[in-house]
């Protein structure tokens, strides 16, 4: 098929599996791309502990152009042993990139596809299929820092304007979904979780067709390992978010299979596997690369490509389901492996439908 649609996009690999993984979800969406008729143009850039190593910034500003010059970005991962307690971490550069972005809002999606898989019992996980919708550019990570050998402090801090519009993001991703919102905060103890409840619930007179309950994040916590069907949209600021999406990442057995969308106002959306950079693994070819092709499906999606991204999708769960395992769901398949997997189920799908 020829490829009348061209998009931009820039690829952070990032460190220890970072560069596995993204090497498998570009290599898919090549597929895709030949199969349904469009082409990306990749460019690769330093980004995190490899671009300390090679320049010093965790973000050198020829990797922000690039990334605001394109129509995507693909991150895979950064971090690991070697860089902690810089002056500037892979870490900064991470937040540094969001907030430059402008990336408020970050979709972390889990869908338990078999409940087998999962090492929670059966009847708890099956049927689960939940949205994390994750504030991305405040609270406690964005807080200015005091920090002390004797002492330290984060500051935790939202304004309205930052709540109201996740929370409208909450709100219409619901609407395409079951149509429950349930908004997750520690109201009981913290000033901005007062906030974030007030301000949630005047949004939620907007979308009356939307049903609305809050939960404290403790409570949260547990009801997502014991009874997670209860939840359509979880609708939470950034820490609690990071914390209940790797919970979440439980439901269906790994947090290599989960990806994310974090998006702004417009601009280039960033797509990346919701895990870190998995130093105990990084250069076996163990790793799952299935999270960060989940991000380059939200990637497409996002882009319009709406038929790639099902390819992409349908494809991983076709392996999965013969059997292509990584460890980390108890199978011996290799990062390469599984990623061939897919690009050969990608092909087939386009035979057929040919
Ligand atoms: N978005 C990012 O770039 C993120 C970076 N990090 C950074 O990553 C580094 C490692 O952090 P950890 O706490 O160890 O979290 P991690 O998510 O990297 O790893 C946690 C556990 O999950 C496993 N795991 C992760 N991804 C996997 C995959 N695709 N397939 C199979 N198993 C996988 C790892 O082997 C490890 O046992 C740290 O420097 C951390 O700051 C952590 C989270 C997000
Ligand atoms: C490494 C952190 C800055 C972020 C994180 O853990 C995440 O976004 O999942
Ligand atoms: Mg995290």
């Known amino acids: 098929m020829t490829s009348d649609r061209a998009y931009t996009v820039a690829v952070l690999p990032g460190d220890g599996i970072g560069p596995e993984v993204t090497r498998e979800a570009v290599a898919a969406v090549d597929a895709a791309g030949a199969a349904h008729g469009f082409h990306v143009r990749w460019s690769t850039h330093d980004f ?24 995507a970005v693909l991150l895979g991962a950064v971090g690991g042993p070697r860089w902690v307690g810089g002056a500037e971490t892979p870490e900064t550069g991470l937040l540094a990139i969001r907030k430059a972005l402008g990336l408020f809002a970050n979709l972390r999606p889990a869908r338990v596809d078999d409940p087998a898989l999962s090492p929670l019992k059966a009847g708890i996980a099956a049927g689960a299929d939940v949205l994390v919708v994750r504030e991305l550019t405040g609270g406690l ?9 004797e002492e330290a402090s984060d500051l935790c801090r939202y304004s309205r304007g930052e709540v109201e519009r996740i929370a409208h993001v909450a709100f ?10 349930t908004s997750v905060d520690k109201a009981n103890v913290l000033a901005t979780s007062r906030l974030w409840r007030r301000v949630v619930t005047a949004v939620a ?21 014991t009874g997670p069907t209860r939840f359509d949209v979880i ?27 974090s998006l702004g106002d417009g601009g280039p959306g960033m797509f990346e596997p919701i895990h870190g950079s998995a130093p105990d693994i990084a250069g076996e070819d163990r790793a799952s690369p299935a999270g960060a092709i989940e991000a380059a499906a939200m990637m497409l999606d996002q882009l319009g490509e709406t038929r ?47």
């Open 48 to 71: 995190g502990g490899v671009a300390i190593d090679r320049h010093g910034p965790p973000l050198p500003d020829a990797t922000l152009a690039a990334c605001r010059a394109a129509d």
């Open 308 to 354: 790639a991204a099902g390819a992409l999708r349908q494809a991983v769960a076709e392996a999965i389901a013969g059997g292509v395992r990584t460890p980390d769901l108890g199978g011996t398949a290799r990062c390469s492996a599984f990623g061939a997997a897919v690009r050969g189920r990608i092909d087939a799908a386009a035979r057929v439908a040919a």
């Open 141 to 149: 990570y964005f807080g200015d820092k005091v920090e002390g050998d």
């Open 235 to 261: 609708l939470t600021e950034n820490l609690f978010g990071d914390i209940l999406s790797d919970a979440l990442s439980v439901l269906p057995g790994s947090i290599g299979l989960l990806g994310s969308a």
């Open 205 to 225: 007179a907007d979308y009356p067709d939307v049903a609305l309950d809050h939960m404290y994040v403790d409570a949260a916590a547990m009801a997502l390992v």
């Open 172 to 181: 219409k991703a619901a609407r395409d979904r079951r149509g429950r919102v």
